[in-house]
């Protein structure tokens, strides 16, 4: 079992502009421990995700020991694609704690049940939020969400809404689509690729959730998020290139996750200050 080592978000990063390879380094180098709240559909590709990107998965989400796991996870992820009761209730036990964790809206906005839980553990101030812009524009009340999990806006359209939850949070909204979203109050950043096959593979944004938690338990959440972002975009081309279809591209993303060094992620990230810091 990891723990919390002097790599945690404690430990300022040296500055935003100290590249996702920074953060693989981190990230490597900790191998941090993961909690996982998140949907049936998803585990096995979830945890094997993080394994082959080189951090400690483990699916704690049963009330009663998801606020004890919390206590000892470098990140928490907390995924609302299946929001059973028994995960609801430990979702708001692991999120009281205070590690650094990471709020996933599935489908927030079209169904009743999880869109209540979302705008309950907001209060709690996610280090991120991540989602689709159908889905970020929902949770902000400036839409009514995509079909089911799928959106039905391109990311820019959440842009606005994503600062407006940043504000709200003070943390970072990151907002997947062809060009991947990363916004603070401060900062915004895009990170251009990856592959469409991604979206024929059950679990391949909940998995980047994971990740983003992953990376905040070393470097900061806005570097976290866009360290997730860059090793997805990579990676997903890089298994796509030699792909038939979507189950030989599963197998070849974890194999391209495993097999990513640092200096592929160089140019990746976009960065840009937002007018009210210029």
Known sequence: MVVRTSSSPS???????????????????????????????VTNFTANALLALGAAPAMCDIPGEAATFAGIAGGVLV?????????????????????????????????????????????????????????????????????????????DDALDAARALAARTGGTVAVSGEVDLIVDAERTARVPGGSALLTKVTGGGCALGAAMAAFAAVV???????????????????????????GSFAVAFLDELAALRPGDLKGRVRGEQTEATR
Do not use: K, M, Y
């Not at 920074?22 to 559909?41: F, G, H, M, W, Y």
């Not at 990471?102 to 979302?118: F, K, Q, S």
């Not at 209060?123 to 089911?148: H, T, V």
């Open 79 to 155: 995924n609302l694609g299946t929001p059973t009761a028994e995960q609801r209730d430990a979702a708001r036990e692991a999120v009281r704690v205070g590690t650094p964790w990471v709020l996933d809206p599935v489908a927030v906005g079209a169904l009743p049940i999880r869109t209540a839980l979302a705008h309950e553990l907001l209060e709690a101030r996610p280090a991120i939020i991540r989602g689709n812009a159908s889905e970020i524009l929902a949770l902000a009340g400036a839409g009514a969400g995509g079909r089911g999990v799928d959106a039905t806006d391109a990311a």
């Open 11 to 41: 430990t300022p990063a040296p500055a935003w502009e100290a590249h996702p390879a920074t953060a693989l380094e981190r990230l490597r180098d900790a191998a941090p421990l993961t909690q996982c709240i998140t949907n049936a559909v």
């Open 220 to 246: 900061p959440p806005f570097e976290a998020a866009s360290a997730a972002s860059a090793v997805w975009a990579v990676a997903s081309e890089r298994a796509a290139s030699g792909a038939r279809g979507p």
